[in-house]
């Protein structure tokens, strides 16, 4: 089973079969055109989507429906042969991109979906703090939108349990308290957006319940990058006006050292093999 990071909290989990990909946001607008209106870059996808070594997927899991996280997520699944999953909004969104025939799955706070030897656990969750969009979609999104047309609608992490490992894909920067209980990860790609704003107090809670709870013993941050700068030009951290991802870092490296947890940024395009389950656990309880 590989996993590969494409920038945001995009997460591609594979077993040579089938494959997965959360969200899956490589259009990336620049800041001035999300100021406007956006629609999918096609040229952008395509090039990602061949720098993650993918032609088909199984399903896009979409985490919530803001446009860093649902904009190009109706284009991958219909380009893929992949089902869409995610919330009513989501469904919205593809409604509205005129892929209304093309298949959907809405989710269900912890009711499992299967993709093949992949067994998917959706956990409801809240998005991080200063969501400046909340709420949900009530209409179908049509095209170019305006980047506040897509509104959060249910904040989603992702069990992906498998007979060699089990991933946790966690992209916004919050947590409910239990809500992770129970479920077990070889790796958890781990949200931090906005977590360098919070307090040292907040960020040790938020640890606790998603790290900790999962028995973890790798943390890949994800969602610390700025998401309006092109893929082809690299990845680099949110301004400080946005975030402090050093901040963030400071607190979650102090804590891996005494957790005994490995915790490194994971690079674009970097892939990693998970070669079985640290505890023997591959799915939910």
Do not use: K
């Not at 395509?46 to 896009?60: I, K």
């Amino acid at each position: 089973m590989r996993t590969v990071f494409g920038g945001v909290s995009n997460v591609l989990v594979g077993d040579g079969t089938d494959t997965l990909l959360v969200d899956g946001y490589f259009s990336r607008p620049s800041l001035l055109r999300l100021l406007g209106r956006v629609r999918p870059n096609p040229e952008r996808i395509a090039a990602a989507l061949e720098a993650m070594n993918v032609e088909r997927l199984s399903a896009v899991l979409v985490s919530h429906s803001h446009v860093d996280h649902v904009l190009d997520a109706p284009v991958i699944a219909d380009r893929t042969g992949a089902v869409l999953a995610g919330s009513t909004s989501t469904r919205q969104v593809q409604v509205g991109y005129g892929l209304a025939d093309r298949p959907f799955v809405e989710l269900t706070p912890g009711e499992p979906v299967a993709f093949g030897a992949f067994t998917v656990t959706p956990v409801l969750g809240r998005h991080s703090p200063g969501d400046r969009v909340p709420g949900r979609i009530e209409a179908p999104v049509g095209l170019p939108a305006r980047a506040r047309d897509f509104r959060t609608g249910e904040t989603w992490s992702f069990h992906i349990a498998h007979p060699e490992g089990a991933v946790l894909v966690h992209g916004s920067a919050n947590f409910v308290p239990g809500a992770l209980d129970g479920l077990r990860a070889d790796v958890v790609y781990l949200g931090v957006g906005a977590a360098g704003r919070a307090t040292e107090e907040w960020r040790e809670a938020y640890w606790r319940e998603t790290v900790v709870a999962t028995g973890t013993r790798q943390v890949r941050p994800v969602h610390w990058d700025a998401f309006w700068r092109p893929l082809e030009r690299g990845l680099e951290p949110l301004p400080r006006a946005f975030d402090r991802l050093d901040v963030t870092m400071a607190t979650f490296e102090r804590l891996a050292a005494a957790d005994g947890i490995e915790l490194r940024l994971p690079g674009l395009w970097e892939e990693e093999l998970l070669a079985g389950p640290t505890s023997g656990y591959t799915g939910p309880t």
